[in-house]
């Protein structure tokens, strides 16, 4: 595999064109050998924190996907506005990752290294992630403005995904500093969003008579 192709598979597997994909299933001895020890290790968190936790490590994933983003970059951008969307995407997931494992550490019932995923789920988010990585690989995938349109409704999917993730969380965390924290990482969410849909409404989509809506 060449290193243009890896990338490509990398990306699309975890930027999120598949849904905010989780790569790598592993064998079924370490699936359940890692369910074992977070079990373990979970026990002592209350219901409540257990379920914000799983929240948390959904949210981490998540912004470790975006932070990735930057690898579009090297395979297929071919327009400044696109460039300027996966850069602005790649900042937030980064920031937003290194503002939770801060927080990981400064909140000792917070967790974000917990899998809540089941199994077949993260499976199907695999071959998904695998199917659209080889359809816009390199040479023998498709490119132009078909590829940038995907790339961000992908975007767009990921974001809002994450945005109400956010909300949601913050609705059922109790902590109040948690909760400012989750709705203040909500209003950049929706407006990189925002962004995503002006562009795609500006030059991707199409009207009936085939020209861009405006």
Same mark, same amino acid.
């Given at each position: ?8 598979v ?8 598949a849904?905010?994909?989780?790569i ?5 001895e /370490?699936?359940?050998?890692k ?8 026990? &002592?968190?209350?219901?409540e ?9 959904l949210?981490y994933?998540?912004a470790a996907?975006?932070d990735?983003?930057?690898?579009l970059l090297y395979v297929k951008? /071919? ?14 997931g980064?920031?937003l990752?290194?503002d939770?494992e801060?927080? *990981? ?9 917990l899998?809540?995923?089941p ?7 695999? *071959?998904?992630?695998k199917?659209?990585?080889?359809y ?20 767009s999917?990921?974001l ?6 956010? &909300?949601?969380?913050? /609705?059922?965390?109790?902590d ?5 924290f989750?709705a203040?990482?909500e209003k950049?969410?929706?407006?990189l ?6 562009l ?15």
């Amino acid at each position: 595999m060449t290193n243009s192709l890896l990338r490509t598979v990398l990306t699309f597997a975890l930027v999120g064109l598949a849904g905010c994909a989780t790569i790598g299933a592993g064998s079924k001895e /370490e699936s359940i050998s890692k369910a074992a020890n977070e079990h373990t290790s979970t026990l &002592q968190l209350s219901k409540e924190r257990l379920m914000l936790s799983e929240g948390y490590s959904l949210l981490y994933m998540d912004a470790a996907n975006l932070d990735l983003a930057k690898l579009l970059l090297y395979v297929k951008t /071919e327009s400044n506005d696109l460039k300027k969307i996966v850069t602005d995407v790649a900042k937030f997931g980064g920031e937003l990752k290194k503002d939770l494992e801060r927080i *990981a550490k400064d909140y000792p019932g917070v967790r974000i290294d917990l899998d809540p995923l089941p199994e077949i789920e993260k499976r199907k988010r695999t *071959a998904i992630s695998k199917g659209r990585a080889l359809y816009f690989a390199p040479v023998v995938g498709r490119g132009g403005r078909e590829y940038e349109r995907t790339v961000l409704i992908g975007y767009s999917n990921g974001l809002n995904h994450e945005r109400h993730l956010c &909300q949601v969380m913050a /609705e059922a965390e109790p902590d109040a500093g948690l909760k400012k924290f989750l709705a203040e990482s909500e209003k950049p969410n929706e407006g990189l969003n925002d962004g995503v849909m002006a562009l795609l409404g500006k030059e991707y989509f199409k009207d009936g008579s085939g020209k861009a809506e405006k």
